[in-house]
């Protein structure tokens, strides 16, 4: 079964740079979730988007932006990079349906490492 | 205080013992709870969804305490591949963002 897909997995920037990370969900997965995992920490939630529109926000610093497009693949933009960036980024997806009440199963990417220099 | 309360660990354990992971919540409202497995620099994969009435999957039981709010989940005859950082985790808000406790490492040794 297809999973989800993030590219790169791997990304060595310096500080002040700028990065792009993607994510390609479950195909007819509605719904994308970012979660930062810094060393030795549990994932934190960024942010999602529920049929390309933002539907939750967390922890995520105004340098980082992220959308949904509409063949509902993600990018999650991060600017003026820090050392404390470093972490690994996963996307995760799931088909949600939030008027019929449902939920389901968030299915993780493999991660994006960020290294920051 | 965090949402999520997880025992760190680690566990060391023999292959074959018992062991069992609590967590803790504080959101009363919280509706639905699961425990994740992850390896290192892997991504969580789901393990089990937790259920009011306790559910099992093979050697993995997991339960739900909402008057105590803590959820758990116990690992018979453990295997050596066992061995990973088990999450606990919880829906939070209505789009369904996942919060996670701390995890606990589990390593099982011959």
């Known amino acids: 079964a297809a999973g989800v897909i993030q590219s790169p997995r791997h990304l060595i920037k310096e500080k002040r740079e700028t990065a792009t990370l993607k994510c390609y969900p479950i195909?007819?997965?509605?719904?994308v979730y970012w979660y930062q995992q810094g060393p030795g920490q549990d994932p934190q939630f960024l942010i999602s988007?529920?049929?390309?529109?933002?539907?939750d926000k967390g922890s995520i610093p105004d340098r980082f932006s992220a959308q949904q497009f509409s063949d509902y693949h993600s990018e999650l933009n991060m600017s003026s990079l820090e050392l404390g960036d470093s972490a690994l980024y996963f996307c995760?997806?799931?088909?949600?349906?939030?008027?019929?009440?449902?939920?389901?199963?968030?299915?993780f990417g493999p991660g994006t490492r960020l290294t920051v220099l | 205080r965090k949402e999520v309360e997880q025992d760190p660990g680690p566990f060391n354990v023999p292959e074959g013992a018992t062991v069992a992971f609590n967590c803790t919540y504080s959101?009363?409202?919280?509706?639905?709870f699961f425990w994740y497995r992850q390896d290192c620099r892997k991504e969580p994969k789901l393990l089990m969804s937790?259920?009011?009435s306790g559910n099992e999957d093979g050697r993995f039981t997991a339960q739900l305490n909402r008057a105590s709010q803590y959820i758990s989940l116990l690992i018979r005859d453990s295997k050596l591949s066992d061995s990973a950082t088990y999450l606990c985790?919880?829906?939070?808000?209505?789009?369904?963002?996942?919060?996670f406790g701390a995890g606990t490492r589990l390593a099982v040794h011959p």
């Open positions: 995760a997806s799931s088909s949600l349906h939030v008027t019929s009440g449902g939920t389901d199963t968030q299915y």
């Open positions: 195909p007819r997965h509605d719904t």
């Open positions: 988007f529920y049929e390309k529109m933002q539907s």
């Open positions: 937790v259920y009011s």
């Open positions: 985790a919880m829906f939070s808000g209505g789009y369904n963002k996942l919060i």
């Open positions: 959101n009363s409202a919280s509706q639905s």
